[in-house]
């Protein structure tokens, strides 16, 4: 089957920009009528199927949303995520489409049929996708954004958690517990969230003073992104920071099984405050994830590229959270 024709491939012949060939076809300003006569002619001899790439009307059009399968599999979280997305798209005037990707569609870099269907004005990319699989799909020459990820050394616009800030709050706050040996629950090289919530607790930590230690840094998720059983080291230390809260549900579990008590034995915190913080016993200390204002910032974002309101550097957007402490450290259940 032969490959569609991109914008890109449009672009490349004439020796003009991606946006150029976007304006033309969507019959925005920017361009010459010669110009926009020469794209619309090359379009269709090329055999260009979009009729519209971005909609004339403002507040109308489909926003596409591209998710590795191991999230929506694996962590409720990037649902609950989903439903805000679908929610603040809806207010907006835009329809908001999924598209899970699967390992191998990731691994080979194909196209989505959101992209090759023309079914959408833009792209958010949701969670954690390989660098080569994104390029492919901005090749296309829609805008698009990353959504609570992003790519270190790399310009691209995405709207993020503040992860370092997170991992640092709840460090300092088992530091203030008294808590000196504390460990940290995640896979840091799975996802750019996960990292930075290591990187804000070592920051907490060397700011005390103390040296993180390599043995009390736990993998949670194989190579694939899958939860994996916990293997707790001995000696424990007297405190845990989890990457999320289904990871901080689990290692509690595995610490009863164990005859340990939380918080007196052993503290533990989760991270985003979702299903698993309160389903917990007792009630996990966490960082609430401001999902609502991570949807409306993407969205409301998007939608401005798509209308070409936007400049074209690239931003981040950094949304901040908020620590809530229950018993799980030692404080009062909210």
């Given at each position: 089957m032969a490959k569609p024709v991109r914008m890109a491939d449009i672009a490349e012949k004439l020796d003009i920009s991606v946006v150029s060939v976007s304006k033309a076809l969507s019959g925005k300003p920017g361009v010459s009528e010669e110009m926009r006569a020469k794209i619309v002619a090359l379009a269709k001899q090329l055999g260009y199927e979009g009729t519209k790439v971005h909609s004339e009307l403002a507040g109308t059009g489909n926003i596409g949303v591209l998710v590795s399968d191991r999230f929506f599999a694996e962590n409720a979280f990037y649902t609950n995520l989903y439903r805000s997305l679908v929610l603040k798209s809806?207010?907006?005037?835009f329809t908001c489409v999924v598209e899970i990707i699967?390992?191998?569609?990731e691994r080979s870099c194909a196209l989505p049929s959101l992209i090759t269907g023309r079914k959408v004005d833009g792209i958010i990319f949701m969670g954690n996708l390989a660098p080569a699989y994104l390029r492919t799909v901005e090749e296309a020459g829609l805008p698009g954004l990353l959504l609570d990820f992003q790519l270190p050394g790399r310009a691209r616009d995405c709207v993020i958690s503040?992860?370092?800030?997170?991992?640092y709050a709840l460090t300092e706050h088992l530091l203030s517990q008294g808590r000196r040996q504390i460990g940290f629950v995640g896979s840091i090289r799975a996802t750019t969230s996960i990292m930075d919530r290591y990187l804000g607790y070592q920051k907490a930590l060397r700011l005390a003073g103390?040296?993180?230690?390599?043995?009390w840094l736990?993998?949670?998720r194989d190579q694939n992104g899958l939860f994996i059983p916990l293997q707790l080291p001995d000696p424990l230390p007297e405190a845990f920071l989890c990457s999320c809260?289904?990871?901080?549900?689990?290692?509690?579990?595995?610490?009863?099984?164990?005859?340990?008590?939380?918080p007196e034995d052993v503290a533990v915190c989760g991270y985003d405050?979702?299903?698993?913080a309160t389903l917990c016993q007792p009630p996990l200390t966490t960082y609430r994830v401001n999902v609502e204002q991570m949807a409306a910032a993407v969205v409301s974002w998007l939608a401005?590229?798509?209308r070409q309101e936007e400049p074209l550097t690239p931003m981040m957007w950094t949304v901040p959270g908020q620590l809530v402490v229950r018993e799980s450290t030692g404080g009062a259940a909210e």
């Open positions: 809806g207010s907006t005037g699967t390992p191998e569609a503040d992860n370092l800030d997170g991992g103390l040296i993180p230690r390599e043995e736990l993998e949670d809260d289904e990871v901080a549900y689990n290692l509690v579990e595995a610490l009863r099984r164990m005859g340990k008590r939380v405050d979702f299903r698993f401005r590229r798509i």
